[in-house]
């Protein structure tokens, strides 16, 4: 099979991000301002309904620095799924772990995937992705994303990019990991994306107060 551009660009960028944190092993881990479990407990007129531990088993393989796993809920609207994971560094074995593999493990089988363009609340237009997922009869909506340094990504390889490019200028590796989901009820998936939207279009700019720019 011929290797496309995309694989090539691939490879150079995950050769580069190899040799980059070699040579940076150093470096202090940067915390964020506040324990994650501070997060603000009403989001779009959603309010905090129940806060979740993960599994021991779960947190040692993904190993993040501070997480929050938090369902929140609104009359009329429904409850929504809020996932933070934070990473103070990923120069050790703690790395963002993408939910485009962790979903599949989990058990969910993705119908939609894409891409979309969200406007949040404070103006910005950032890239998100976008996905509808299965399991058995259970169906959900997706909005996954990363955060560092004031920048919203939604590609791999472009995050991976940036982390190269932070350790060299910054010698930081924080970032973190954003994921929304919404049950779709009904089939209604234009319901569970509106309130996916609402969410998200205030939580990214909460993140950017919380963990360091």
Not at 82 to 98: C, D, E, K, P, V
Not at 179 to 201: L, N
Request: glycine content about 8%; hydrophobic content about 45%; aromatic content about 12%.
């Amino acid at each position: 099979m011929k290797a496309t551009p995309r694989y090539w660009i691939m490879i150079v960028v995950l050769g580069v991000a190899a040799c980059g944190m070699a040579m940076l092993s150093h470096g202090e881990a940067t915390p964020p301002a506040l324990p994650l479990a501070q997060f603000p407990k009403q989001i779009a007129g959603f309010s905090d309904m129940a806060d979740y531990t993960l599994d021991k088993d779960v947190l040692a393989v993904l190993q993040p620095s501070d997480y929050l796993s938090r369902v929140y809920f609104q009359p009329g609207f429904g409850e929504i799924g809020f996932y933070l994971a934070y990473f103070a560094t990923q120069r050790t074995n703690a790395s963002i772990h993408s939910p485009k593999n962790c979903l599949p493990g989990a058990g969910w089988q993705p119908e939609q995937s894409a891409i979309i363009t969200l406007e949040l609340d404070d103006g910005r237009k950032v890239p998100v992705n976008y996905y509808v997922i299965r399991k058995g009869l259970d169906e959900q909506l997706v909005l996954y994303w990363y955060q560092s340094h004031g920048r919203v990504i939604a590609n791999e390889y472009i995050g991976r990019f940036y982390l190269v490019y932070d350790a060299l200028r910054l010698n930081r590796t924080d970032a973190a990991l954003i994921r929304i989901t919404a049950p779709v009820v009904a089939g209604d998936e234009d319901g569970a994306k509106k309130r996916a939207f609402m969410f998200a279009k205030q939580v990214a700019s909460d993140v950017d107060k919380i963990i360091p720019r």
